[in-house]
């Protein structure tokens, strides 16, 4: 039988990171919209978490248990790095949410100094590949289809909010 704590540990790494990193989205947005910053596009944004929730949750009950595939936790575990690179360069204008703040310049330090949207191409790898860690192709094809189409709708608004502030 294959042991589980190696399935309890990644997860509960991932599980963990994301449970931490909500407050400190929080506390970003707040403080952004009490300086002038508004939010742009609410509406999907309980999709993206929906779709989080639930891309968690399905590994949760079918990766307990799988063989693990190293070469894939290894190619996370460099995702993850870039992870904390895209939070490091964005730092308290980190959030989960679209908040544009007249005024301000945008990010150009870090991964944004050669992408416009690291952080998407980031949470694009980690959907994909945390679940081929543990061989569920299934769910990484499920939840990077549905990524794609919410990140289609998020990046436009955006992009459009951006380029209004350019004007």
């Known amino acids: 039988m294959t042991p589980l704590w ?25 403080r952004l919209l009490s300086i002038g910053g508004r939010e742009v596009a609410p509406g999907h944004y309980p999709f993206i978490v929906a779709m989080h929730a639930a891309w968690l949750a399905s590994l949760w009950v079918f990766a307990l248990g799988q063989p693990i595939n190293l070469a894939f936790l290894i190619l996370f575990g460099l995702i993850e790095l870039a992870r904390v ?47 081929l860690v543990f061989g569920l192709w299934q769910i990484a094809l499920i939840f990077t289809a549905l990524n794609a189409a919410i990140l289609t709708v998020r990046i436009r608004a955006e992009n459009a909010a951006l380029e209004s502030l350019r004007r």
């Open 6 to 30: 190696p399935h309890i540990a990644i997860l509960g790494f991932v599980t963990a990171q994301r449970l931490i990193e909500l407050p400190v989205a929080r506390a970003n947005t707040a």
């Open 85 to 131: 690179w895209v939070l490091r360069s964005l730092g308290n204008r980190w959030t989960t949410r679209i908040i544009i703040v007249p005024g301000e310049q945008l990010v150009a330090r870090g991964p944004y100094k050669f992408i416009s949207h690291p952080n998407y191409l980031v949470v694009i790898a980690e959907l994909a590949v945390l679940p």
